[in-house]
């Protein structure tokens, strides 16, 4: 590395995110809107959490497993949202080099979590299904516990190999990242090192905790429908598959808006659009999940209708 390369690498202290800055009429409008999709989505997913803890109906492994995805999804929104927030009010979009590479890390971290997680659920949901006389027997709590453990170990470890990566990287005088937070494409477009290699490795990571686990969720669906159309009744036909229909909404909007993202060309016309669309899986989905689950669930909202009643049976 040239003398240069080093004095810019320690010259760059900071980042300036664009966000929505090109919009300086609706900062208001934008922080109101956030504001609301943050408090509504910390609020559904901590109401999950409770319902799982309080209600014994609900210690299965498909809400244990519904648990460590509302977990993440609050961890997920606090990562992106409040700094985007404190933008909008004050106007100062920078972001300092340490904080950029920690905002990635657990964002990548966390994306990796989740198509793991979506991954197991989808498992278990294929265990219920095609082999409900051994679900229990099958799907006991040690293999739940290290089904999660492997899925936030395998995503911290993917996210900790890509993150080493990027903070190598030599980094000039751009300091404009063209998004509304720390994602890979947009900060490694400010390096002036070679990102081949970087980028190779990244691709490979990526496909690990994308690809992989979303070939095992399709192949898991693909046993759930075919089981579910050689039942001969109806009505059993739409109870196999309520029992599904949730996780299977969930896993559609996720992995469509992300494969969207990542792999639509990176130009500048369609900047704007893959800004849209990263809002969509970052901040709307975490909102909407809870939504999902609780709406589209009898087992949630019998739960919720019994701790409202319980809670209102207190101030009577």
């Not at 995805?69 to 990562?79: G, K, P, R, V, W």
């Not at 190999?161 to 509304?180: A, G, K, W």
């Not at 599904?244 to 996720?254: N, P, Y």
Request: charged residues 10%.
């Amino acid at each position: 590395m040239s003398a240069t390369e080093k004095q810019n690498q320690t010259s760059i202290t900071e980042f300036i995110l664009l966000g929505f800055g090109d919009l300086p009429g609706l900062q208001v409008p934008l922080f109101l809107l956030f504001l609301v999709i943050y408090m509504v989505t910390m609020t559904g997913n901590i109401l999950i959490l409770v319902l799982v803890v309080a209600n014994q109906h609900l210690h299965t492994p498909m809400y244990f497993f519904l648990s460590n995805l509302s977990c993440l999804e609050m961890c997920y929104s606090s990562t992106i949202l409040p700094k985007l927030l404190a933008s909008f009010l004050t106007g100062d979009r920078s972001i300092s080099y340490s904080s950029c590479m920690t905002q990635f890390f657990i964002f990548a971290f966390l994306v990796g979590v989740e198509c793991y997680l979506l991954a197991v659920m989808s498992y278990d949901r294929y265990l219920a299904v095609c082999k409900p006389l051994h679900y229990v027997t099958l799907m006991n709590r040690k293999l739940c516990i290290g089904l999660t453990a492997g899925a936030w170990v395998g995503g911290i470890t993917i996210s900790f190999v890509i993150t080493l990566l990027m903070s190598q990287m030599v980094y000039c005088d751009r300091r404009e990242i063209d998004h509304f937070f720390c994602d890979f494409t947009p900060v490694i477009k400010c390096s002036c090192s070679d990102t081949f290699l970087t980028e190779a490795v990244t691709s490979l990571m990526s496909a690990t905790c994308t690809m992989l686990p979303f070939l095992s969720t399709v192949a898991s669906y693909i046993f759930i429908i075919t089981t579910i159309l050689r039942i001969s009744s109806a009505t059993g036909r739409q109870k196999a598959f309520s029992t599904c229909s949730s996780h299977l909404i969930v896993v559609t909007i996720f992995y469509t808006t992300l494969i969207l993202v990542y792999m639509l060309p990176k130009t500048y016309n369609l900047t704007a659009f893959n800004k849209l669309l990263s809002v969509f899986y970052t901040v709307v989905t975490p909102m909407v999940n809870p939504l999902i689950y609780t709406l589209r669930n009898k087992e949630v909202r019998g739960a919720l209708k019994k701790e409202v009643q319980a809670f209102m049976s207190l101030y009577k």
